[in-house]
């Protein structure tokens, strides 16, 4: 075995997922905390499948832009002259610097280093000072795009030109949901931080319910009884469970001018984590969603965004609504990142060790077997 080879993590969770899941078992700690396990994913998960970078919305004008690192590649997303969202790299095909950083507005985009100035379909627009360089041609140089699709109102990237389309993808989770009609909602906040946890630790908190009464048991933990609820088995690209809600939070029901959604419809809420990074909480009100990127195997860099569905926005009374619920949503968040940042603690000891699954963790048994899937040698 190589300085740098993850077979050894990937047998053991191939063997932990290898097993019907009445007898599954947590992932094994080599899976959280091996650097070589961190870099094969990075390799064979996150340069490979789509990654969500946010909400389409919030790029509604020619020239605005975000960036995002996937498996350590810089990439800038944005709205170009036509109106059409584009991916491209973030690097000067120059002196190799990058471009933009975080989000906003451009004309062209502008290299810090030299000033190298790309127009916002990636090609060259201008370089100072290259006229004396026989072998410089401007026309032959531009950014290298990078795949991009808005998927139901959502910014899906890809590094790989070989990545089924989203609609491909995941036509199952436009069947399951798509009465909702995602692509209206409208976001109202978008957030990013980072926490010091492996990215699968907050993964699998998001996609089980079964820790809301205790790690949650100042905010939304009450409301949850463990025996009415189910997890259905996972399909190939995401898991899924629901909770049917009663009235206590009025944004989270469908609105009462809305006639489109009958019955238990009307107060659904869905827990979609699409793989690898993506996880969705969706109601007829409103959503919220945290998209992951890894930062070594102890720490996750966090997009945390939501809004509501067009029908609660043009309420007169959105704005009081929705800050109740991002009040809500900000303390569940400091409970899951005290409970997350424990995980990691724990699995970095020496005397700890997986447990078996409750039927509540179906959701992070199919989760396993997905990235066993994706690991090489399988």
């Not at 827990?271 to 969705?280: M, N, T, V």
Request: hydrophobic share 40%.
């Amino acid at each position: 075995m190589t300085q740098h080879d993850p077979s050894l993590a990937i047998a053991e969770l191939r063997a932990n997922v290898a097993v019907p899941f009445e007898r599954a078992r947590a992932m094994p700690k080599s899976v959280y905390t091996s650097p070589d396990f961190a870099r094969a994913e990075e390799e064979h998960v996150f340069a490979k499948d789509w990654l969500c970078a946010g909400r389409a919305d919030a790029l509604p004008n020619p020239g605005d832009y975000l960036t995002m690192t996937i498996a350590k590649e810089p990439v800038i997303i944005l709205r170009d002259r036509d109106g059409v969202l584009r991916g491209m790299s973030n690097v000067c095909r120059h002196r190799m610097s990058t471009l933009l950083e975080g989000r906003g507005h451009v004309r062209s985009i502008v290299c810090p280093y030299h000033a190298w100035t790309y127009n916002l379909d990636g090609s060259l627009r201008g370089a100072p000072a290259m006229g004396l360089n026989e072998g410089f041609c401007k026309e032959d140089i531009r950014l290298p795009a990078v795949r991009v699709e808005d998927w139901l109102g959502w910014i899906l990237v890809t590094l790989n030109p070989e990545a089924p389309p989203p609609t491909e993808a995941l036509a199952e989770v436009e069947a399951l949901v798509g009465y909702l009609d995602m692509g209206s909602y409208v976001e109202a906040f978008r957030e990013e931080f980072t926490w010091d946890t492996n990215w699968k630790v907050l993964a699998e908190n998001f996609m089980e319910s079964y820790h809301l009464p205790v790690c949650h048991q100042g905010t939304i933990g009450g409301s949850v009884d463990l025996m009415q609820m189910t997890c259905p088995e996972g399909l190939a690209a995401f898991n899924y469970h629901w909770i049917i809600k009663n009235d206590t939070i009025p944004l989270s029901l469908a609105h009462p001018s809305n006639v489109q959604l009958t019955g238990d419809q009307r107060r659904i809420t869905w827990l979609l984590s699409i793989y690898p990074a993506l996880l969705i909480t969706l109601t007829p009100g409103y959503f919220w969603y945290l998209s992951l990127t890894p930062k070594g195997p102890g720490q996750v860099g966090v997009l945390f965004g939501g809004g509501m569905a067009a029908d609660w926005a043009a309420d007169p009374e959105a704005e009081r609504h929705l800050a109740s619920v991002k009040a809500l949503l900000d303390d569940v968040n400091v409970e899951d990142k005290g409970c997350v940042e424990r995980v990691w603690q724990g699995l970095c000891a020496g005397m700890s060790a997986p447990g078996p699954l409750s039927h509540l963790e179906r959701p992070n048994y199919d989760f396993a077997r997905y990235i066993a899937s994706r690991m090489p040698g399988g």
